[in-house]
């Protein structure tokens, strides 16, 4: 079992309407009564719209309320696939600064257990609804504006209004174009741990947040004995090589070093983008866990020195056009709201049949982590 531990990082191209005048120029945007003072309190009394309420149809940056003040974000997603987001936001609004932290999920999410309610962050944003779901079970979560809870989909978010997903991916079986055809690849992914065609040539990332809580919808849909045998034969049988960057697990396939990537569609999808030739594509198992939606998503800070209104407002342009449109046509991803379209290269989720699963589930990833360091995953 080979391992490789580079995290390296791969160009964005921003090639929208929407997202690239949002960064090119500087708009004018809407004088609002209450808006950050100096001090830097939060005086707004409620998670209201300072402007336009978001809505499904998806409202334009231009409808919603300035973003002034300071910000801080706890982020455990990839710097290179929110960085310029959070940058065209500071581009726009001249008085408004985001004070980002950036760590792998583990880690971020040790330090909102421990701060608590002290913790300075104002906001949590992270790649897996699994994270979203713990802080939400400790209690470190409050109640999400009406009108964002209204605008995403039951599915892409808690069920509570206490967290919300920004952008989707699915799990995908990620593939080289010059060594198999779709129709060679199986659609279920206990296939992918038995077949021999793909001992030495099949990769994961066991580190993500995503593939952890793909383990854990593993043993809910599968049981734990089952989802113990699928690790074990992929270390132990088929050798898996382990990596902990999804972007080079995606481009080792796409150069020929590895033939058959487990993991999310997106990576895939931003190579094609960026090369419509690139000899890599995408295939998906069929209603298993091999082909779990996920969310990155954002959850408001409790707390008495938090700023929840600028974070609720954050939030809103998060899920508006030029937001849901940056995860298209950046990351590859999914929206989360209607009145934006996925247009990439690879299938929309209308084509795929992902696994029924309530992401509140992945709330504790313990058991995933139990199981994949005793058979020699981590």
């Known amino acids: 079992m080979e391992r490789r531990d580079t995290d390296g990082s791969m160009g964005t191209a921003m090639n929208r309407r929407r997202f690239l ?31 336009a309420a978001v809505e499904s149809s998806a409202v334009s940056w231009d409808d919603l309320g300035d973003l002034e003040g300071e ?20 581009e726009r609004y001249d008085d408004f600064e985001i004070r980002d932290d950036y760590d792998d999920e583990d ?16 906001l949590y944003y992270t790649q897996s609804s699994g994270e979203l779901a713990r802080v939400k079970a400790e209690g470190l979560a409050r109640e999400l504006p009406e009108d964002v809870i209204g ?15 920004a952008s989707g991916r699915v799990r995908a079986i990620q593939y080289n174009t010059d060594e198999f055809d779709a129709e060679e690849l199986p659609d279920d992914i206990f296939e992918y741990a038995e077949d021999e065609r793909f001992q030495d040539i099949i990769s994961t990332r066991p580190n993500s947040g995503t593939f952890r809580s793909f383990i854990i919808a593993m043993i809910e849909a599968e049981g734990e004995e089952a989802t113990r045998d699928w690790v074990s034969s992929m270390v132990d049988d088929q050798n898996a090589t382990l990596y902990n960057s999804g972007s080079q697990q995606a481009e080792a396939v796409a150069n020929g070093e590895q033939q058959v990537a487990l993991g999310n569609q997106y990576y895939a999808g931003r ?29 408001i800070l409790d707390g008495e020195n938090k700023k929840p209104n600028l974070a609720a407002e954050f939030t809103r342009h998060v899920i508006a056009a030029e937001g ?4 298209v046509d950046t990351n590859g991803e999914y929206p989360v709201i209607d009145g934006v379209d996925y247009v990439g290269e690879l ?11 309530d992401l509140n589930q992945l709330s504790d990833l313990e058991p995933a982590n139990d199981l994949l360091r005793e058979e020699g995953m981590m």
């Open 21 to 51: 005048g949002a960064t090119a120029v500087s708009i004018g945007s809407l004088t609002v009564a209450g808006c950050m003072g100096s001090s830097g309190e939060d005086p707004f009394d409620d998670y209201g719209p300072q402007a």
């Open 71 to 90: 910000l801080t974000i706890y982020s455990a997603r990839s710097q290179d696939q929110i960085q310029p987001l959070f940058d065209a936001l500071e």
């Open 107 to 122: 880690d971020q999410l040790v330090s909102l257990l421990e701060e608590g309610e002290n913790s300075p962050a104002d």
């Open 151 to 165: 605008a995403v989909d039951d599915n892409y978010r808690d069920s509570d209004g206490q967290w919300t997903g």
């Open 271 to 299: 190579i094609v983008g960026n090369d419509p030739d690139a000899p890599i594509d995408v295939t998906f198992t069929n209603n298993d866990p091999g082909c779990l939606f996920n969310v990155s998503g954002v959850a």
């Open 324 to 327: 849901q449109e940056f995860f």
């Open 347 to 357: 299938p929309t989720l209308e084509e795929i049949n992902p696994l029924e699963f």
